[in-house]
């Protein structure tokens, strides 16, 4: 697999973005620009190919099932436009979550479970899909706890309801870790994801959870380490997958928390004997 993460940088550059990525030791990236420019878009691949970097994620962050029709039709657009990007890339995937139907984008709403909502979630990523057609990438859904994808048997039911080539799987296990039963088996949880939905996983996300004793129940994202997240099962399983397979390090503000969050999922992986 390899391990990637983002940089912080004054002056952002294909030269300087991917010397900074090299000596953090990433291998792997999320798209680093915009990519309305094409042409800078190939100048930071280029980049990122002569240091054995992939970009191997674009993020397509909108509400594509928005109850509101503008919204819903500028987020379906911009999935397409992201998806010819992540195309054009080679990237693993082109990722978004399924959005909501209430007033946040990737928030709770009472109808976000109803098979109403899974049956938009399937035509609209039918739609987008079919718009692109892609060979090189894929269009994934990242679970969340409170819309679908938000199992490993949720996340089947949308592969074979939406039945194209051009669908495939991102896996990001601390959002849907969303009790203390799941929280304390949460080694469990991630082997059956990847007992189910193994070949289908592109891309996956890095951070960590942390189970408060505050009435009722709160859980918190922090950096990895520093949780309860099974990272040698999460690892283990991750290395049973294509060698190019990536998981990315997300969320973090600093360069500093980067370091740390590597440097500890180097430490479990080196203890596992798997090269990152």
């Known amino acids: 697999m390899r391990l990637g993460g983002q940089v912080f940088l004054e002056q952002m550059n294909p030269e300087s973005w991917s010397e900074a990525m090299a000596e953090a030791g990433f291998r792997a990236a999320p ?37 509101d029709e503008e919204t819903r039709s500028r987020a379906v657009a911009y999935c397409i436009e992201r998806l010819k990007l992540a195309e054009h890339i080679g990237a693993g995937c082109c990722v978004n979550i399924a ?7 990737d928030g709770p709403d009472p109808d976000n479970f109803s098979s109403e909502t899974f049956e938009l979630i399937v035509e609209t990523t039918r739609r987008i899909i079919d718009a692109v057609k892609p060979e090189r990438t894929v269009f994934a859904l990242e679970m969340m706890p409170w ?21 495939g799987v991102h896996f990001d296990p601390v959002n849907i870790i969303s009790s203390p039963r799941a929280y304390y088996r949460n080694g469990e949880l991630i082997e059956d994801f990847f007992r189910k939905l193994g070949p289908h996983i592109r891309n996956c996300h890095a951070k960590d959870i942390r189970l ?22 999460f690892l283990t399983e991750l290395n049973k997958l ?5 998981l990315i390090i997300e969320h973090l503000s600093t360069n500093e928390d980067y370091r740390q969050a590597a440097a500890y999922i180097r430490g479990v992986a080196a203890e596992l004997g798997i090269r990152l």
């Open 31 to 67: 798209c680093p620009v915009d990519g309305k420019d094409l042409a800078e878009v190939d100048d930071y691949v280029k980049a990122a190919g002569r240091r054995d970097i992939l970009i191997s994620e674009v993020g397509a962050w909108s509400n594509p099932i928005s109850r």
């Open 147 to 167: 819309v679908f994808p938000d199992s490993a048997d949720s996340y089947l039911d949308l592969i074979r309801a939406i039945d194209r080539p051009g669908f």
């Open 99 to 105: 959005g909501s139907r209430g007033a946040q984008w």
């Open 212 to 233: 408060g004793s505050k009435l009722t129940v709160h859980l918190d994202e922090v950096i990895p380490g520093t949780g309860a997240l099974d990272y040698r099962i």
């Open 242 to 246: 294509h060698p190019d397979t990536t």
